[in-house]
């Protein structure tokens, strides 16, 4: 009677926590796609939105868009537009579905792990309900977080059914030997966070799995060797990727990239144990004040040393602790991509360890001291807020307008906030709003160049075009090559009557762009005012090469030629 009680146990807690999961995410269903990633991701790309025919399968594979090689990625996201078309509601629902899983795989795998069935189903249930999951549950783009957090836990599951089984020959260990390593390579192509997993194997060798001693280690080294191959690969894929999408920037010093890694796992474990305030984006600052990075620079080495001190009582500190720290490190900014200083989704895996260090502690406290109700009660009240919280969080990802605001309220000085909220009023056509938070965005941050373009843009459809050429020479000062600014800024002084300022802006616009068709018809324009017939033929010439039918170009073209 006690194996049908025990599996009558596991269904009810899996059932909870998946069942549990869907509704409490279900807010997220009305929320509609965000300007913020998910046009790259899902509503303006064309390769997504063909489904899941053999040319995206190809593109997937190959492509590099976004600034990230993530195949399986795409593949959902295009199996999605398949199923849902353009209704947000689907694409929210394949997240909460594979979050709702995640829940119960979490369970699964510290059970498995430790055989401590309530500890791990309170860790499901935290890690499921937490406000820090809702950016990447709500928010479409980040697929990539959920689905490989599917695979990185099957590939745990699967490494502890292999460790268990240590006979050499044992052919079921040979499989879930391959099946790790396989669902490892899945979660690779979902998102490459977890190219630090082989180092968190080996602490998982030495707890909870004991399989860890000086005589073993090279074994287990060996057997890590094909995922340590794995990792290298995803990590020179991913840097090549966010290096040739320009998400790789190099305005820190090598001191200030460690500094703000260190503040941005002191304000993670903040937001862990009090998650208000959660913004959709935490901005870069030039520097961390003194006190605050003192704070960090010595509680992270504390803390460190302590669960090392700890490893021989309460290994479970140490693995637990590590675990956090080493998840953290391909998004802590030491090669800083993007101008965020810290994001909620970078916690959706790493959270974990830091969980696992706290939970089994408590664990041991209430055994030791039999305080089993006041725990209990304790932790159905702390899940009840937390899940409070998580429903209150998720209407703020409701649209793109109301994630900005939002992230205005809670934060101070958001450049990337105000630049965001103004591209979303821009695109909505309320241009005197857009005005007032790109000048904001450049007020807060003058070296940021997207408001400059984006304000430029602004003052154009206010019928500015004096301030308008400002602010393009404002962002050119940033970015002197860009030719959309050049040739923008060049269609303003040739309407101001400067052709020969407004040549030099087209000229600019080409030696970056070749075959920039519509700098080409504006520099024959400006030649033409500055009576270079030669000249302007050439260039008219060049773009009907590129583009027959460009308006206005073949008839141009023909009379200059009569004349």
């Known amino acids: 009677m006690k194996e049908p009680s025990n599996r009558a146990r596991l269904a009810a807690i899996c059932a909870v926590l998946f069942f549990g999961t869907l509704l409490l995410f279900s807010r997220?269903?009305?929320?509609?796609?965000?300007?913020?990633?998910?046009?790259?991701?899902?509503?303006?790309?064309?390769?997504?939105?063909?489904?899941?025919?053999?040319?995206?399968?190809?593109?997937?594979?190959?492509?590099?868009?976004?600034?990230n090689w993530h195949p399986l990625t795409w593949l959902s996201h295009a199996a999605d537009w398949q199923l849902f078309g353009g209704n947000p509601a689907g694409h929210h629902a394949t997240n909460i579905l594979l979050h709702g899983l995640n829940a119960v795989l979490v369970f699964l795998v510290f059970r498995k792990l430790t055989g401590a069935s309530w500890a791990s189903a309170l860790c499901a249930a935290l890690f499921a309900w937490?406000?820090?999951?809702?950016?990447?549950?709500?928010?479409?783009?980040?697929?990539?977080?959920?689905?490989?957090?599917?695979?990185?836990?099957?590939?745990?599951?699967?490494?502890?059914?292999?460790?268990?089984?240590?006979?050499?020959?044992?052919?079921?260990?040979?499989?879930?030997?391959?099946?790790?390593?396989?669902?490892?390579?899945f979660g690779l192509m979902s998102k490459p966070m977890l190219v630090t997993l082989p180092f968190l194997l080996l602490l998982l060798d030495f707890w909870p799995l004991r399989r860890f001693d000086s005589a073993t280690f090279p074994r287990l080294l060996l057997e890590k060797i094909p995922f340590f191959i794995l990792s290298a690969a995803s990590c020179l894929i991913t840097f090549s990727a966010q290096e040739q999408g320009g998400a790789v920037v190099e305005n820190l010093s090598s001191g200030n990239h460690f500094i703000n890694a260190a503040v941005s796992i002191a304000g993670y474990l903040g937001k862990f144990f009090w998650p208000f305030d959660l913004s959709a984006v935490y901005p870069l600052p030039p520097s961390q004040p003194i006190a605050i990075a003192a704070f960090a620079i010595i509680l992270i080495p504390g803390l460190t040393a302590f669960a090392i001190t700890q490893a021989g009582r309460r290994p479970w500190l140490v693995v637990g602790w590590l675990w956090f720290l080493g998840m953290l490190v391909p998004v802590l900014g030491l090669v800083q991509v993007?101008?965020?200083?810290?994001?909620?989704?970078?916690?959706?895996?790493?959270?974990?360890?830091?969980?696992?260090?706290?939970?089994?502690?408590?664990?041991?406290l209430i055994f030791s001291r039999n305080i089993h109700r006041i725990a209990t009660t304790a932790a159905v009240l702390a899940l009840a807020a937390l899940a409070t919280r998580t429903w209150n969080q998720i209407q703020f990802w409701q649209n793109s307008t109301t994630l900005y605001a939002h992230a205005l309220a809670v934060t101070k000085n958001n450049y990337l906030a105000e630049s965001n909220l103004g591209t979303t009023?821009?695109?909505?056509?309320?241009?005197?709003?857009?005005?007032?938070?790109?000048?904001?965005?450049?007020?807060?941050?003058?070296?940021?160049?997207?408001?400059?373009?984006?304000?430029?843009?602004?003052?154009?459809?206010?019928?500015?075009?004096?301030?308008?050429?400002?602010?393009?020479?404002?962002?050119?000062?940033?970015?002197?090559?860009?030719?959309?600014?050049?040739?923008?800024?060049?269609?303003?002084?040739?309407?101001?009557?400067?052709?020969?300022?407004?040549?030099?802006?087209?000229?600019?616009?080409?030696e970056n762009n070749n075959d920039y068709t519509a700098a080409l018809v504006g520099l024959a324009l400006a030649k033409m005012k500055l009576d270079d017939r030669p000249d302007a033929i050439n260039a008219l010439q060049h773009a009907l090469k590129l583009n027959p039918n460009f308006p206005g170009a073949a008839e141009t073209l023909a009379r200059l030629q009569q004349n």
């Open 338 to 364: 993007g101008l965020q200083s810290m994001a909620d989704r970078y916690t959706y895996l790493p959270i974990l360890g830091l969980q696992f260090a706290l939970l089994w502690t408590f664990r041991e």
């Open 425 to 510: 009023l821009f695109n909505e056509g309320n241009f005197a709003d857009a005005e007032s938070h790109f000048r904001r965005a450049i007020k807060f941050k003058p070296d940021f160049a997207t408001p400059h373009f984006k304000l430029a843009l602004t003052l154009e459809e206010l019928n500015h075009p004096a301030d308008a050429l400002v602010a393009y020479n404002d962002f050119l000062k940033l970015q002197p090559r860009d030719p959309l600014a050049n040739y923008n800024s060049g269609v303003l002084l040739l309407n101001q009557n400067e052709p020969a300022r407004a040549a030099a802006k087209f000229q600019t616009a080409l």
């Open 28 to 67: 997220a269903l009305k929320n509609d796609f965000l300007d913020y990633d998910d046009p790259d991701y899902v509503t303006q790309n064309a390769h997504v939105q063909h489904g899941l025919r053999a040319e995206t399968v190809r593109w997937a594979f190959t492509s590099t868009a976004a600034g």
């Open 130 to 185: 937490h406000p820090l999951r809702v950016e990447s549950v709500a928010w479409v783009a980040e697929r990539k977080d959920v689905l490989c957090g599917f695979f990185f836990l099957l590939t745990l599951l699967s490494y502890a059914f292999y460790a268990e089984k240590p006979e050499p020959g044992n052919s079921k260990r040979k499989l879930f030997y391959v099946l790790t390593l396989l669902f490892f390579a």
